[in-house]
């Protein structure tokens, strides 16, 4: 989970902003960097907590989880709503 959702995740939106400073500029793209962060900082410690046999643990773990789903779906809907590239790496 850290390496899928802390790293590879987090540089395919770091890419997508790259290729699309428009939409990187909007306020869903911060609004969409902090749910997902919120949702990893409370999900993978409580993961690693659920792990180690800590039930209470769990209900924390479901929240950081539906905030990080919240945070890739509102990615999603950027994806699929930014303009398209044309051949000089322009909107259009």
Not at 6 to 13: H, I
Not at 75 to 83: G, S
Request: proline content about 4%; overall charge positive.
């Amino acid at each position: 989970h850290l390496n899928l959702l802390g790293w590879v995740s987090s540089a395919l939106f770091g890419c997508f902003y790259a290729l699309h400073p428009a939409v990187a500029a909007k306020r869903r793209a911060w609004v969409h960097f902090t749910i997902y962060n919120a949702g990893l900082v409370l999900m993978l410690p409580s993961l690693y907590l659920v792990q180690a046999g800590y039930e209470w643990a769990e209900p924390l773990m479901a929240i950081g989880s539906s905030l990080t789903w919240a945070g890739v779906i509102l990615f999603a809907t950027l994806v699929v709503t930014a303009p398209v590239l044309g051949k000089n790496g322009v909107g259009g």
